[in-house]
């Protein structure tokens, strides 16, 4: 079928789509009825954590359906104790969960037409990955949170006193009991933002729309931890559910405990909660964990799971970025950009490696890109491998139409261009200078002549890869780019190989189904990334290796030489004997 057909195939079916969504029944209620009903079945999902009505999967469907949510709509008057409201909240809440992930593909396939495989049949509508770096992004996102989880929160072991402390305890009230589980619970509450995608100082005071970075942080740190006590007190006392505030307590609340005016407060709520104006504006409701009741004077929803468990740093960085564009391009993103360089050369140079950040060319050339990081090994039989890393740090994506926005032409796809610029200039004559230059002034340790061994690398912020399966150059995220670099122990080696093989074990661990629902007559079944088997990079055993001073030495008493390895011709070689500097592809010298 060619792209045309199928467009207008994919049109007609996200048209059914959207009409079965604007009939569903619950949005005739009243909006705030169903806007409680849903929040206290997501908090009873997360809870029991099984089944269709665990906490992921009613999520999507509570995203999609949050602009009813929060309209102030007059109408049916749900109620939680009835069994048939629940029912039919749980089916809508189903539906728009699937309606969420077919959006997504619909989004993927109108911008990337070959990135999903569309059949459609009597009676019958299937969607399967085609492009193979779309599943595997989602389980890299999976694999790194986890495996990062397991090891930030490794050593908070406070969980099971907490809960002994609020077993008894009434809500809300100040208890001995209380007192103690209170510096557990902020502690808490510090390392999950630790965790967090935030490289903006704690106590910056970058202006982004009326506040200071400092105050909206402060602020958040403060209802992360009511989240994370609501959340240890319904583990403790069953007292599951969701937490309705009116607006004046909390403001009241932030003035006297963190010293923060009203009207500050209220700035920072606005961009916290999703409210009448956001759902009016189509700022996306995955940006928010808050909701306010429609009415007048209605009151703030917290999901006290939700709201421990998301990247809130994340979302509020998002807001700003579409609300106040201007101010996130003139005080958010550089200072972002700056600290991403620094926090990925960080991790380079912590396992031993020479770094070089924001390398100007433009002594050589005025249109030449700067380098963002220069990685320079000392491999004391060889010579020296250097990574030449392009970094690319957009906000981390909550969904489909942020994940495109790295094929923008200022985004991520132009790191691949900026690639290719520098290793055509760094295979001229000027570009073996250039490395001549950022090589240790003091020479290698071993041996007057080496072989200089190049290798480039995309680092970014989140995406793996996702759309440009294509590209010869590697494109990893920092966070799997730290686990990786913790356990190589500088072992270049090992980071090499992981680099290229990356891909192909992350294709043997990830685990899809297709899940299947109704579309009217329509039986509509599509694949999806389900829970996978975790993939975690050797241990490597290098600097800290007793033997290795020794294999240095017995290869040099064998008479050995890093020019040795040139009959296998590997990619981007230079050889560098001081005098004469040539590359891969021209003759090297005789000796």
Request: glycine share 6%; net charge negative.
């Amino acid at each position: 079928m060619d792209y045309a057909s199928l467009k207008q195939k994919l049109q007609a079916f996200e048209r059914q789509l959207d009409a079965t969504l604007a009939a569903l029944p619950s949005r005739q209620w009243a909006s705030s009825s169903a806007l409680r009903i849903a929040s206290e079945l997501y908090e009873i999902g997360a809870f029991k954590n099984s089944g269709t009505d665990r906490a992921e999967y009613l999520d999507y469907g509570y995203a999609i359906l949050a602009s009813h949510f929060v309209a102030g709509e007059v109408g049916y008057q749900a109620d939680i104790s009835r069994e048939a409201d629940l029912r039919q909240l749980i089916a809508d809440l189903s539906f728009a969960s699937h309606y969420y992930m077919i959006r997504e593909y619909l989004y993927y396939s109108y911008n990337v037409p070959e990135s999903m495989s569309w059949s459609f049949g009597e009676g019958r509508v299937e969607i399967r990955f085609s492009d193979k770096s779309i599943p595997r992004q989602f389980f890299t996102v999976y694999n790194d949170q986890m495996l990062g989880s397991q090891s930030h929160f490794r050593n908070f072991n406070h969980s099971a006193e907490i809960i002994r402390l609020l077993e008894n305890e009434p809500e809300g009230v100040v208890t001995p009991n209380f007192e103690t589980a209170d510096p557990l619970m902020r502690a808490e509450a510090d390392l999950k933002l630790a965790a967090y995608f935030s490289l903006i100082a704690p106590d910056s005071q970058i202006d982004l729309g009326g506040y200071s970075y400092a105050q909206f942080l402060n602020v958040y740190r403060m209802l992360l931890t009511k989240a994370l006590y609501h959340r240890y007190l319904a583990r403790a006392q069953d007292a599951v559910g969701a937490i309705y505030m009116p607006e004046g307590q909390l403001l009241d609340g932030i003035a006297g405990e963190l010293g923060i005016s009203l009207d500050i407060g209220r700035r920072i709520l606005k961009d916290l909660v999703f409210d009448l104006d956001a759902a009016a504006n189509r700022v996306d409701a995955t940006y928010f964990s808050l909701m306010r009741e429609g009415e007048p004077g209605g009151r703030i929803v917290m999901r006290p799971h939700h709201f421990a468990t998301a990247e809130g740093l994340v979302n509020m960085l998002r807001v700003i970025a579409q609300r106040r564009p201007q101010t996130f391009l003139d005080r958010v993103s550089n200072e972002i950009g700056r600290a991403f360089v620094q926090r990925v050369k960080a991790a380079w140079e912590a396992e031993g490696f020479t770094c070089l950040s924001e390398v100007s060319l433009r002594d050589f050339d005025p249109k030449l890109p700067d380098i963002d990081l220069l990685v320079i090994s000392c491999e004391p039989t060889l010579g020296y491998i250097i990574h030449v890393c392009e970094l690319k740090c957009p906000v981390p994506p909550r969904w489909a139409k942020d994940q495109l926005k790295v094929l923008n032409k200022d985004s991520v796809s132009k790191a691949f261009r900026q690639v290719e610029v520098l290793q055509r200039f760094l295979r001229t004559e000027a570009g073996v200078q250039f490395l001549a230059r950022v090589l240790p002034k003091e020479g290698h340790p071993h041996f007057r002549d080496f072989v200089v061994a190049l290798n480039h690398l995309i680092i970014t912020s989140d995406n793996a890869g996702m759309f440009f399966g294509a590209e010869t150059t590697r494109a990893i995220n920092f966070r799997t780019l730290e686990r990786l670099l913790s356990r190589s122990d500088g072992d270049m080696a090992l980071i090499q190989h992981i680099l290229s093989t990356y891909d192909e074990h992350a294709d043997e661990a990830l685990v899809t189904t297709m899940v299947e629902f109704q579309l009217g007559s329509l039986t509509v079944a599509y694949e999806g990334v389900t829970a996978s088997p975790l993939l975690e990079f050797p241990q490597g055993s290098w600097r800290s290796s007793p033997d290795r001073q020794a294999m240095v030495d017995a290869f040099i008493a064998d008479g050995a030489h890093p020019f040795d390895v040139l009959e296998l011709h590997p990619p981007d070689v230079v050889v560098n004997d001081h005098s004469i500097r040539v590359t891969a592809d021209e003759e090297v010298p005789k000796k």
